[in-house]
């Protein structure tokens, strides 16, 4: 994956601040200039139960360091639920060098605090660097890095550059008043937070919120377009119960489209008797460029079934529990990267499956299809779970559906011999991955213009765990109670009636499933490691997985 290179002007102020910080410790350490002044600038002694000593000192606990990573802490919630996965990063980053760090270097320097400190629980141990100051500066940064990232107005994040820069200098004077540090201190308390936010955005690959944003974006929004420029159209198709927050999600989208030249964004949601048949054919029929699509796995297939053959390139935004084909095409979970792909990617013809049910109902689906026992698990599985532990959920349903009866199957792919077999899982794959990253096919290529079978039969519980083993560590062995078969058209009959999945949400029950592949029947934005033709699922999630962990994205051009 190739990371995106930090800004320049970021990774000048990070330097600074680090040069800066070690600078002004020697100082405060080996300049006996220093010191004196710090005596010279020492705020009057404040009387106990004074009404300004009270205020003081009410203040400095309210802005304690516990308590204002606390509220860094609740905006990383924030930010995970959101699946800002890189900025949630960077404010786990800032709690720890933020707190971790400043309490390590006050036990190196061990400075003592001024003699006629107001006794309070805010002035105790050592002085330098504030405590509250590096925690300030930190939070401050860390609310401006949150509004930067969902694109919020310019003139609102200008406000709140201001207004953090008044919570500094008051929180500094605060602590100036209860003579709880020296001026050196509470200078030594600024760099250090200014230092460990940055390089906490840095590290995490978020973007730094500076000053001259502002002047960038005023120019660039009044710039006039050029007189080649071609205009675009954009349809969102969005599932509003996965979508966390809708005003965020919506201004996040129309700010990155119109910053490219994109015009009149078609916004359009899915209610729960459509998931998005009714959407997809309004965005074709209006004959937009691009579909950008947020939502679950069962919207995503339906969205994919609507452009099959279009050719009009669809944008995928992880916003479900299982997000399989995002995972298994390259496509990073964090919701900015995933925009960015989405927009500046490169496109990549991938394989899409019709499949017939009982010879007369009839689907589209990208990832997976399966009978028996992992439709029973999909099904099962309890949505207030997934909610609260996502895939996880699904090893609790696997393990209440583990007496699953087998099926007696039987097994026809493209004109050979069928195959009977007594199986427990019946999957016909397009893609490798499942639920919880579960490798069952990761040899699969969602472009080879083949679908991949699998059928497993285990009888006792020691076949049981040799399949799982198999599976799990990718084995090539040959295995009596394992199937393996490629082709392009499967036919499966059971012996019952039983339920069956498509890219993981139940959809009936059937005894006949008959899956045909539709080589390059739709356009997907994947970043430029992913466009990789012929690649294998497994290589393509770790594309997407990389993309996550470095905030990076392959961009056309």
């Known amino acids: 994956m190739v990371r995106r290179p930090p800004p320049p002007s970021a990774v000048s102020v990070a330097v600074a ?8 410790t020697g100082l405060v350490l080996g300049f006996p200039p220093v010191p004196a002044l710090d005596r010279a600038l020492l705020a009057p002694p404040l009387t106990p139960g004074s009404g300004l000593a009270q205020i003081s000192a009410a203040f400095a606990l309210l802005t304690y360091p516990g308590l204002v990573y606390g509220a860094v802490a609740g905006l990383a919630v924030w930010a995970w639920q959101r699946r800002l996965r890189q900025l949630c990063l960077a404010l786990v980053l800032m709690i720890v060098l933020g707190w971790g760090g400043y309490g390590l270097v006050k036990l190196v320097v061990r400075r003592a605090r001024p003699t006629q400190a107001l006794e309070v629980l805010t002035a105790h141990g050592y002085a330098y660097p504030s405590g509250h100051l590096t925690a300030i500066v930190c939070a401050t940064i860390a609310a401006g890095a949150a509004m930067a990232v969902t694109r919020q107005p310019v003139r609102k994040r200008f406000a709140w550059q201001v207004a953090a820069a008044a919570i500094v200098a008051v929180v500094a004077l605060d602590r100036w008043v209860l003579s709880a540090h020296w001026v050196s201190d509470l200078v030594g308390g600024v760099l ?32 006039p377009l050029p007189d080649d420029h071609v205009t675009r159209r954009a349809a969102v198709i969005y599932n509003p119960s996965k979508v966390v927050d809708w005003v965020t999600f919506r201004r996040h989208v129309e700010y990155e489209l119109r910053v490219r030249g994109w015009e009149r964004t078609l916004f359009l949601e899915t209610t729960p008797e459509d998931s998005g048949h009714a959407m997809t054919a309004q965005a074709v029929a209006e004959g937009v460029d691009l ?17 099959a053959d279009t050719g009009i390139p669809f944008g995928l935004i992880p916003a479900g529990t299982g997000n399989l084909l995002a995972k298994n095409i390259g496509i990073p979970l964090d919701a900015a990267l995933a925009l960015d792909v989405a927009l500046d990617g490169e496109d990549k013809a991938i394989d899409l499956v019709g499949v017939t049910m009982d010879h007369r109902t009839r689907h589209t689906f990208a990832v997976m299809a399966g009978i028996g026992v992992d439709a ?42 069928p195959v009977e077999r007594l199986a427990h899982v019946i999957v016909v794959g397009n893609v490798g991955f499942l639920q919880g990253n579960l490798p069952l096919i990761p040899d ?14 285990p009888v006792t519980f020691r076949d049981w765990a040799r399949v799982v083993t198999r599976v799990l560590t990718r084995r090539k062995r040959q295995d009596a109670q394992l199937d393996r078969f490629t082709g392009r058209k499967v036919t499966i009959t059971v012996d019952r009636r039983d ?22 029947a739709l356009v997907v934005r994947v970043p430029r490691e992913a466009a990789t033709p012929r690649a294998t699922s497994e290589q393509l999630r770790a594309v997407g997985a990389a993309g996550d962990a470095h905030g990076a994205v392959g961009t056309a051009g």
């Open 499 to 520: 339920a069956y999945q498509l890219d993981g949400d139940t959809a009936g029950e059937c005894r006949t499933m008959t899956a045909e592949v539709r080589p390059g």
């Open 291 to 307: 579909v950008l699509g947020a939502g679950g796995d069962g919207t995503v297939r339906v969205i994919c079934s609507g452009l």
């Open 17 to 24: 601040l680090g040069l800066a910080f070690v600078v002004w």
């Open 376 to 417: 029973a698990i999909m099904e099962g599985t309890n949505a207030d779970l997934k909610k609260a532990v996502g895939s996880a959920a699904y090893f609790v349903s696997a393990a209440q559906h583990a007496n699953h009866k087998a099926l007696l199957t039987r097994v026809q792919v493209d004109d050979g011999e």
């Open 444 to 457: 699969a290529r969602p472009d080879d213009g083949l679908l991949d079978v699998l059928i497993a039969s």
């Open 192 to 223: 250090f937070g200014g230092l460990v936010a940055t390089v906490s955005l840095l590290l995490a690959g978020v973007h730094v919120p500076l000053p001259h944003d502002f002047v960038t974006e005023m120019v660039r929004a009044r710039a």
